[in-house]
């Protein structure tokens, strides 16, 4: 299963596994928008889907 958060400064990250995500949105978060979230923040953004 894919999982995808989309920002809304138009980046799109997507993984196969929840730790994965949560470490690639965190990175972008902190890196582009200097914002920490937590991983619930995270995985409350996500949608799945099937790949």
Not at 2 to 25: P, R
Not at 27 to 44: C, G
């Amino acid at each position: 299963m894919t999982m995808t958060v989309k920002c809304f400064c138009s980046a799109v990250v997507q993984a196969d596994d929840e730790d994965t995500l949560v470490a690639q949105v965190s990175h972008h978060a902190s890196s582009v928008h200097d914002v920490e979230l937590t991983r619930d923040d995270i995985l409350a953004m996500a949608n799945s889907s099937e790949s």
